[in-house]
Nanobody, 122 residues
Framework: QVQLVESGGGLVQAGGSLRLSCAAS????????MGWFRQAPGKEREFVAA???????YYADSVKGRFTISRDNAKNTVYLQMNNLKPEDTAVYYC????????????????WGQGTQVTVSS
């Protein structure tokens, strides 16, 4: 069982930055791929970024070049550094975990956090 807790969301102006964190419980964090997804009001949840157990990364086209996902296995934490934020990035951001290899399909993930709100004003 893996428990995930996100933090770091908030209100920021367009062009600003935020760093989201996702702290995981359990001793096998390094075996998991971690993903970030987001859901805006009235829209379906969408993939943002993912990192495999080995550190390979994958991004949605909409955030490539602006967002960076990373992990610190010693701290059981995955991060999402978000730069040059845009109003369309406004959403609840969720982190998720699955064994080993990343995926951009939310149904592949077994564990989810409660989400953290990111609001970007224009």
């Amino acid at each position: 069982q893996v428990q995930l807790v996100e933090s770091g969301g908030g209100l920021v102006q367009a062009g600003g930055s935020l760093r989201l964190s996702c702290a995981a419980s359990g001793r096998t964090f390094s075996s998991y791929a971690m993903g970030w997804f987001r859901q805006a009001p009235g829209k379906e949840r969408e993939f943002v970024a993912a990192i495999s157990w080995s550190g390979s990364t994958y991004y949605a086209d909409s955030v490539k070049g602006r967002f960076t996902i990373s992990r610190d296995n010693a701290k059981n934490t995955v991060y999402l550094q978000m730069n040059n934020l845009k109003p369309e990035d406004t959403a609840v951001y969720y982190c998720a975990a699955k064994i080993r290899y990343y995926s951009d399909y939310d149904k592949d993930y077994n564990y989810w956090g409660q989400g953290t709100q990111v609001t970007v004003s224009s």
